[in-house]
């Protein structure tokens, strides 16, 4: 018998990046079971390519290899996409304290300003949140040179438009819309392999004694003004049909679904590559154990998945 390795069957698991920030927590490693670097971890970045957080390959053929040179080398693996960089980076995000108050431009403007970087659309999944926790998402200025006011003379709170949130919520951040994430609430985020935020405010916090850099031409220059309806932005997808895979959200940037396992679910792997990750639970995929806290990639040809056990799935794609 002939021992053929095909490599476009293998499921290719992720060791994630960590990053610590001031505003972070040990959640990820009481709660994930991550081996966390420090209890001010704010970030697991669990399938990224980026230089600024490159994950590895943690078992099987490509073992040890950064998912960057993966991509290049492999480009198969991903469906000859042509794309110059891996195009997503999933994170999960603990919030112990209020992130800064943030907007990131789009590619055109990240493109011109960034050095060629990419822009920032993204995504949260509200995974554990407080009973009365709240996210900025948006802001309340008419037109430009009400934003433009507001921010000169530091009236935040009747800039700012804060809303209620629930686990389960699903929304969507495009670029040039204010938000924050506040205290209290852990969120999966799936976002362009981009980098680029600009700090509008940060409740004039210091770090080390001083406050950190704000960026407030740039921001001026990246809000959408007036912002888009808060019902356009947010999707309840905490309780969705089971057993089947739930669309959240198709974009230029990526489609993203949620699946609720609690019996065999199939489908077929018909994108250039599909992102996994076990928010909760386990089971298994086509045979292989999965459990909370696993990112994983299934490769372009992958053909049909088999989902078995008791677990909640964000998959994603270009
Ligand atoms: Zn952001």
Aim: proline share 4%; with cysteine; net charge negative.
């Amino acid at each position: 018998m002939i021992l053929t390795e095909q490599t476009n069957k293998q499921i290719i698991f992720l060791k994630p990046a960590f990053r610590q920030m001031v505003w972070g927590g040990d959640r990820l490693g009481r709660e994930w079971h991550y081996e966390i670097p420090d209890s001010n971890t704010g970030e697991c970045w669990g399938v990224s390519a980026h230089p600024n957080g490159d994950c590895t390959v943690r078992e099987g053929r490509y073992a040890g290899e950064a998912l960057s040179a993966l991509w290049e080398k492999h480009p198969e693996l991903f469906g000859n996409t042509g794309l110059d960089r891996f195009p997503l980076l999933v994170k999960i995000i603990d919030a112990r304290a209020d992130l800064s108050i943030q907007v990131h431009p789009d590619d055109a403007y990240a493109g011109i300003h960034e050095n060629g970087s990419l822009g920032k659309s993204e995504c949260w999944y509200v995974l554990a949140c407080d009973e009365d926790s709240r996210l900025i998402i948006g802001h309340n200025a008419k037109d430009r040179a009400e934003l433009v006011e507001m921010i000169r003379q530091g009236r935040w709170q009747e800039l700012i438009r804060e809303i209620p949130v629930k686990k389960g919520d699903f929304i969507r951040i495009e670029p040039g819309t204010v938000h924050a994430i506040k205290g209290g609430i852990m969120v999966m985020e799936l976002q362009q392999s981009s980098d680029i935020t600009y700090r509008v405010y940060d409740y004039g916090r210091l770090v080390d004694g001083k406050p950190r850099e704000l960026h407030i031409d740039k921001s001026i220059d990246v809000i959408t003004v007036p912002a888009a309806r808060i019902e356009d932005t947010i999707v309840k997808a905490d309780e969705l049909p089971q057993n089947v895979m739930n669309l959240l959200c198709a974009c230029a940037c990526f489609r993203i679904w949620k699946a609720d396992v609690t019996r065999t679910v199939t489908f077929e792997q018909a994108y250039p590559f599909l992102i996994m990750s076990v928010i909760e639970g386990k089971g298994t995929v086509n045979g292989q154990a999965v459990r909370k806290g696993d990112h994983f990639i299934l490769p372009d040809g992958f053909g049909e998945v088999v989902m078995e056990g008791n677990m909640q799935v964000i998959a994603s794609t270009i």
